[in-house]
């Protein structure tokens, strides 16, 4: 039988890699339409259907080109076996992917992937790419080890057959208490399963479980152990920072955040740290305090405002972002009360409002922020600050879907025009 490096390293749960945001429209992609391809697709995942899961993916990523949906697709494939449709994913994946949010582990499943198929001095090249990155690792020992003449890794980390039973029971047990939405005794289980176990991913649905009972010391706890564990998920960090988030202790999520970007300069949610730094250190330089009696203040207007904004309520809607905001200073919020004014033909106040978006939105989250003050902008009759935003959008935006591609050519044609009869 082929060897497989899989049986050493976790497989990260899809939905932990993409994720979708639903309280804004969507920017790099119709994650609304991808939505139910994504449920199938980790539907089939858990069910070890992977191919299925594969073609689900793909189906998701032509409605929205997301990088780490490419990724998925090359787990999945690698995970049925199709290592030479895993490789040109993870090819694809690397290609498209901000080489700072690279999954450094896509190495070595390559790796896997090359030496399934024979392929030696590939497999050799691409664990070498890993070790440039992540040689003082646990896995970066083991990936030294064997380059240097011994064992592959699945034989490195032998474990006894009948423990791996036990705790794959005990694991069905712990999953089923979820089910039935008993946290309590699901966590309770699973962290004596790492105790008898140390399997590391009891301790990370410990972690799950206590935060779904809202047992946040335990589970900031529990994360923290799984952080010590060799091939821990980088999502531990987040899950983390969201336990103190729930608590309204903004501070300490802010310091988890801040621990990762320091510890994984160059990990996969660089970008989902950064944004939420980013909007804590916006909120103080406004001189707002970000307590809990604000956030949940702003949240009460925000949330009002968005059925309003929906409803196509857009002076109500206006009125309600514009309180959030003052509880709550947040790009987000300067967005959609851009986008608001824009509904009510307010264009300059519009641009006004979309330009500081897109000075605050350092992550380039809302980046459709340029096509809309670009529309604003055409109504003013300033047809060439408008081609700035248009070119500053298709130049900053690697990955347009066909939507966007559609905007900006529409909007081209109709700056184009205005041109002409000025």
Request: glycine letters at 4%.
């Amino acid at each position: 039988m082929k060897s497989r490096i899989v049986c050493l390293i976790t497989c990260v749960t899809l939905l932990i890699l993409w994720t979708f945001h639903d309280a804004l429209p969507q920017t790099k992609g119709n994650r609304d339409a991808a939505r139910p391809h994504w449920n199938d697709a980790e539907k089939a995942y858990k069910e070890r259907r992977y191919e299925d899961a594969a073609k689900h993916l793909e189906k998701a990523y032509a409605l929205d080109p997301d990088p780490l949906i490419q990724y998925n697709i090359g787990q999945a494939y690698r995970n049925a076996g199709k290592f030479e449709k895993a490789l040109a994913s993870y090819q694809k994946y690397l290609k498209t992917c901000p080489s700072s949010q690279v999954l450094t582990l896509t190495h070595v499943h390559m790796a896997e992937c090359y030496r399934n198929l024979g392929k030696k001095k590939e497999e050799r090249e691409a664990f070498r790419r890993y070790l440039a990155i992540e040689g003082a690792s646990d896995l970066g020992k083991k990936v030294k080890k064997y380059l240097d003449g011994g064992p592959p890794l699945d034989q490195q980390d032998k474990r006894d057959p009948q423990k791996v039973k036990d705790a794959t029971a005990l694991w069905t047990q712990g999953t089923k208490l979820i089910e039935q939405k008993k946290y309590t005794e699901a966590a309770k289980l699973f962290m004596q399963g790492w105790q008898k176990y140390k399997f590391s991913e009891m301790l990370y649905n410990a972690g799950t479980s206590y935060a779904a009972a809202q047992m946040w010391t335990e589970a900031v706890k529990a994360f923290n152990e799984y952080l010590k564990q060799p091939f821990a998920r980088e999502q531990a960090y987040v899950a983390i920072a969201t336990c103190y988030h729930d608590q309204y202790d903004f501070a300490a999520a802010v310091a988890t955040y801040e621990r990762y970007m320091k510890e994984h300069p160059n990990g996969a949610l660089a970008t989902v740290a950064y944004e939420y730094i980013s909007a804590f250190q916006f909120g103080a330089k406004t001189g707002k305090k970000r307590t809990k009696e604000n956030y949940l203040k702003a949240k009460s207007f925000f949330d009002q405002a968005k059925i309003s904004y929906k409803q196509g309520l857009y002076e109500i809607a206006l009125r309600d972002f514009q309180h959030a905001e003052q509880f709550w200073p947040d790009y987000k919020i300067t967005y959609m009360i851009a986008r608001c004014l824009q509904r009510l033909k307010k264009y300059n106040d519009a641009v006004r409002r979309f330009e500081d978006t897109i000075r605050e939105d350092k992550t380039q989250h809302i980046f459709t922020a340029h096509l809309h003050a670009a529309e604003c902008l055409l109504a003013l009759k300033k047809p060439d600050e408008a081609l700035k935003h248009v070119n500053t959008f298709k130049a900053g935006l690697k990955n347009m879907t066909a939507h966007d591609k559609a905007h900006v050519k529409r909007l081209e044609q109709r700056i184009a025009a205005a041109k002409k009869k000025s």
